[in-house]
């Protein structure tokens, strides 16, 4: 099993920043990928960014490309979310995943491990 458990989100003003973290534990894999998706209420949950174990490949929702960057730290098992120039629209809960495997997969039934999300609210 893996434990994924996220924080950083909050309430921000529009055109504000705010860094998410994810930090893993448990059974680890000798290659996976990191994904962090998004959910508004009535909405389904849709795919954001992510990230291969050693960063070489990344992939972003159309959404966010040049307004959010994914990263991450092997050493401390952790995948980040830096969210700049922030809009109202961004405002949801955001869930961080993980699966074994190099691709950055996009759709939420690719990924077996969730956390239990972190709100992000942004105000206009």
């Known amino acids: 099993q893996v434990q994924l458990i996220e924080s950083g989100g909050g309430l921000v003003q529009a055109g504000g920043s705010l860094r998410l973290s994810c930090a893993a534990s448990?059974?680890?894999?000798?290659?996976?990928?990191m994904g962090w998706f998004r959910q508004s209420p009535g909405k389904e949950r849709e795919f954001v960014a992510a990230?291969?174990?050693?960063?070489?490949?990344?992939n972003y929702a159309d959404s966010v490309k040049g307004r959010f960057t994914i990263s991450n730290d092997n050493a401390k098992h952790t995948v980040y979310l830096q969210m700049s120039s922030l809009k109202p629209e961004d405002t949801a809960v955001y869930y961080c995943?993980?699966?074994?495997?190099?691709?950055?997969?996009?759709?939420?039934?690719?990924?077996?491990?969730w956390g239990q999300g972190t709100q992000v609210t942004v105000s206009s």
């Open positions: 995943a993980a699966r074994g495997g190099l691709q950055p997969y996009i759709r939420p039934r690719d990924y077996d491990y």
């Open positions: 448990g059974r680890t894999f000798s290659s996976y990928t």
């Open positions: 990230i291969s174990w050693d960063g070489s490949i990344t």
